[in-house]
């Protein structure tokens, strides 16, 4: 399996939007399901979405729900999360990474096997 390359972060102001991608350079996505994760400075590393392969299902944090929406382009082998409405708190290094499983089944750290390098985001005024 290869390696996974987010992009999309940079600095916006509270309110405004962001689209990440997770993209897998070289290799396919077919047959994972895809989470996205979130580190900030002096915390640990915490799930924010997960988008399964089989049925497109979805989960989310509570603290994005509503504003954050995950989808996936398989042809594309590309994974979006389309980030709405930030707010200073979402500040952090944003990370994609592979589900062990087709399915969201489980949103921990261990859950997940391949990570990409990650992606800054920044909301501030």
């Known amino acids: 399996q290869g390696q996974l390359v987010e992009s999309g972060g940079g600095l916006v102001q509270p309110g405004e939007s962001l689209r990440l991608s997770c993209s897998a350079p070289g290799f396919t996505l077919d047959y994972y399901a895809i989470g996205w994760f979130r580190q900030a400075p002096g915390k640990g590393r915490e799930g924010v979405s997960c988008i399964s392969y089989s049925d497109d299902s979805t989960w989310y944090a509570d603290s994005v729900k509503g504003r954050f929406t995950i989808s996936r382009d398989n042809a594309k082998a590309t994974v979006y999360l389309q980030m709405n409405s930030l707010k200073p708190e979402d500040t952090a290094v944003y990370y994609c990474?592979?589900?062990?499983?087709?399915?969201?089944?489980?949103?921990?750290?261990?859950?997940?096997?391949?990570w990409g390098q990650g992606t800054q985001v920044t909301v501030s005024s």
């Open positions: 990474a592979t589900h062990l499983r087709d399915v969201c089944s489980g949103h921990g750290i261990d859950d997940f096997g391949s």
